[in-house]
């Protein structure tokens, strides 16, 4: 259902219920006021690995090992043709120097220089396809008003000091690397035909990503190779065994640099635990109001094991110190602050400036830089009524 953020703080507030904290020997109640929207810090973190029948992202990162799509889109403008250009530069395959490594899964693979006709970019009503095998550098303005399509086997590399401007569009089946200082911006769009892992990204990136449609596999949802887990896509009742251990060496660096606790209060649960903090919830406060801060049981990000809840579950969290930093800084550890404050009615739960959730730092910083939160970027954001 739709709530203002202010209402549901108010409903929060509002709320007295007697509570306890949680010691390692039993669970009690908490109180309302400490409670996540669909994390309740006082829930347990199961030990058992029983519950796991899928594995398929066990890794923590925004990768997915899908097999790639061999097709792009065929364009009917004209192709242009190689030469020299000034900000688009190449690199020999025949010397070391020439291997480039986008993404990680690409870190071997030698690529050709290609150089396109034109110096500042792509016309319109023209398309320019880096084809399987070929690099394109870019490291200086290079404007898109056509189409820039990169192949599957292809690489497209904008350098410190490039820009690449899409005010048209952009098709990439290939990889594509943003060195820090480099920029990806304009008002066109870019079609991800594959996964977001093809994004290797440390520069600037705030021009609108098109993504791929939600695939099931196993009964899991993946947009992208992001596993997607929310009001409309849930998990199967056995996935998860535990903590995934990228996302607890990310928050043990944020402790270290951040110099503040950044403990993980809350951090796998199993679809069995979900399920009795729900039913609790609903008979608190009954299951219209729960449903805005309490997951389905199946529906928890906690069950990915890709998200936690750090320190403490209550909404002045966010006026800390440590709040603050985490805010600021989480998605420098490739973590986003899952449930935003201003997004309450695309994700369908109160704000949680404690709940993180893993992508990756290169997936992490795309969603940062793009102001959006996770249904909005994916392109499922669906308004909660």
Known sequence: ????????????????????????????V?????????????????????????????SGAAASSDTKSSSTS???????????SSSVKSSSSKTASSTKKLPEKSSSKVYTSFEP???DGVPEGETLTVPSGSMLEIDGDFRVEGTLDCSEGGLVVVKD??????????VLNGCMRIDEGGEVCGDGVLKLVNNFDDIDCKGGFTAKI????????????YVGGILLVNKQYALPKKYGSGLDPELQAAVEEMRKASGFTMRISSGFRSYTEQEWWYNYWCSVDGEEIASTYSALPGHSEHQ???AADITRSELDYADTPEGKWLAAHSWEYGLIIRYPQDKVDKTGYIYEPWHVRYLGKS????????????EEFLGVCEESE
């Not at 065929?74 to 020299?84: D, F, R």
């Not at 098109?210 to 009964?219: F, L, R, S, W």
């Open 363 to 374: 997936t992490a910083k795309l969603v940062h830089d793009s102001g959006l939160c996770l």
């Open 1 to 28: 259902m739709r709530k203002s953020a202010l209402f549901l703080a108010a409903v929060i507030t509002a709320s007295a219920l007697t509570g306890c904290t949680e010691t390692s020997e039993h669970i009690s």
């Open 30 to 58: 908490p109180k309302l006021s400490h409670m996540s929207s669909e994390s309740e810090s006082e829930a347990p973190v199961s030990s058992d690995t029983s519950h796991s029948t899928d594995t398929s992202d066990s």
């Open 74 to 84: 065929e364009s009917t403008s004209s192709t242009l043709n190689a030469s020299s």
């Open 161 to 170: 000091g490039g820009r690449l401007q899409l005010d048209g569009n952009a």
């Open 210 to 221: 098109d993504p791929p449609a939600p695939i099931e596999k196993n009964g899991v949802t």
């Open 304 to 306: 990915t094991g890709l």
């Open 117 to 119: 006709e034109l110096k």
